[in-house]
């Protein structure tokens, strides 16, 4: 019983001793002085056992428990709530802000081109697909008004064109004004739409100031209403003309006898012979239209103008009809 109670102590500070391990200062060697008490020391380890009072220190690493409160430290993992600063990245989205680089000063309407050319700023250019190749633009046909932008600047190896927008640092400019791409001048621009026969009206910007306007280059308008319709017109000062099928209009000035010789009927051909001269007499001074076998004027094989500045009009329907 005596040896019982003697081992029962030691293993206790023995114990205490695993607690003096977390105060590796050596008092958990001294719980290795325990093992010596295991070999029955028992007087000698009991003095042991009083440094395993020093093991109350060891009690002080219950303070180390506090370390548990280093669970809270756990709490740091809240900091994972940090993560939620990731949620931040949602932040990132702000980078659809580079939309508003649309609202920079950079015009995303225009282009450097590399291309040999002598345009300058203010031209209206055309591109040609076929071709590859960059031209002044003019109102003159439908084909040279589809017109691609305005120069803004230029030198002989490369151009920048705005296509549409902000054009600046061109001269001149009546602020307000519309500006129509010319049909008389390759390149340049006129503040009246072009109306004649064959041309276009194609607007192309509209001035902000005397430097800058707004390119609008909006649909060309092909001017083909018959009031400004232009017929073909030949003159003739010779005493006798054979009439081309691509002649209309024949004026004839000649003082003395002329002939003039139609060509073979196609139907719906019509021709004007017009004395201009105003020498006819009805002698010496006539002029006779004739026609080319088989074909009649009237069931004829001739009409004559013999007034001055008389005028026939003639028809062709299976003959040669006089209106």
Known sequence: MAFNSIY?????SGYSGYSGNSGYSGSGISGYSGISGFSGISGFSGISGYSGYS???GYSG??????TSGISGYSGYSGTSGYSGYSGISGYSGYSGVSGYSGTTVNISSQTITYSNSFSAGQVVRLDNAAGNWYLAKADSATDA???GVIQTANATSFLIVYDGLITGLTGLTPGECYYLSDVTAGATVTYSPSAYGTVSKPIMRAINSFSALVVNERGILNSAITTYRVPTTSVSVSAYTVQASDYYVGVNYNGAALIQLPVGITGATYIIKDESGALNGTTNIITVSAASP???DA????NLVGPYACLTLIFNNQW???
Not at 62 to 67: E, N, P
Not at 300 to 303: E, F, R
């Open 55 to 57: 093991g109350t220190s």
């Open 146 to 148: 589809e017109s691609t």
């Open 8 to 12: 029962s102590p030691i293993g206790v």
């Open 321 to 323: 009809n006089l209106t």
């Open 62 to 67: 219950t303070s180390g428990f506090s370390g």
């Open 300 to 303: 004829l094989t001739q009409a």
């Open 295 to 297: 074909n009649r004027i």
